[in-house]
């Protein structure tokens, strides 16, 4: 209780979206004591094609000087990897040792387990959140049975950030609105 709640506290304390996923990866490498912490959000893009693509980009990163631009993005159309699996599927996977996993590259130096936990509200796929240890076998079931726990209430947290921030910017462009209508209006006077 402990944990989730200091979790989510960090995430629902900060000020914009991207703060808080950084305040909820730093907060989960602490409480569970990894080598590192990815969490990772969905873009859409219309391709020229004018077909909709998925992209899993990454957003926060705790345990790791790697600059965010360096990791990888998946396509969730086509990419054959754990994380973009996982993204598909809703189903959370442990990696008890990545050097006997060929479809997934690890972002630590020295990771040699990791847990995947997709973050979900309803049918939305809201982001994946990616634990890396260098233990193997590092993630028990207790330990998924938290981030599975964790997962809903910190979908709730994103998904309620993610409609503040687009009513924020629908506010903002009604009183630019506003404001071209009465500059309009005292020009024609």
């Known amino acids: 209780?402990?944990?989730l709640f200091t979790v989510t506290t960090a995430a629902a304390a900060a000020e914009n979206l991207d703060d808080a996923l950084v305040n909820v990866a730093v907060e989960l490498r602490?409480?569970?004591d990894v080598l590192?912490?990815?969490l990772y959000r969905p873009e859409r893009y219309m391709d020229a094609e004018e077909n909709t693509l998925t992209i899993l980009?990454?957003?926060a990163?705790?345990?790791s000087d790697q600059p965010l631009s360096e990791l990888s993005e998946f396509n969730l159309d086509t990419d054959q990897n754990a994380i973009a699996e996982v993204a598909r599927s809703g189903q959370p996977v442990n990696l008890s040792d990545l050097r006997d996993e060929r479809n997934y590259l690890p972002v630590s130096e020295g990771a040699r387990s990791a847990i995947i936990v997709p973050l979900y509200a309803g049918a939305e796929?809201?982001?994946v959140i990616v634990a890396e240890?260098?233990?193997?076998a590092a993630f028990d079931h207790g330990t998924l049975t938290l981030l599975l726990t964790l997962s809903g209430t910190l979908s709730a947290i994103v998904q309620s950030q993610q409609l503040l921030e687009q009513l924020q910017r629908t506010n903002a462009?009604?009183?630019e609105l506003d404001r071209l209508k009465s500059d309009f209006l005292a020009n024609m006077s």
Request: aromatic fraction near 4%.
């Open 173 to 175: 462009q009604l009183r």
């Open 133 to 136: 240890d260098e233990e193997p």
């Open 61 to 63: 990163l705790a345990g």
């Open 1 to 3: 209780m402990g944990f």
């Open 30 to 32: 602490s409480s569970l």
């Open 57 to 59: 980009r990454p957003v």
């Open 125 to 127: 796929l809201i982001g």
């Open 36 to 38: 590192s912490v990815i």
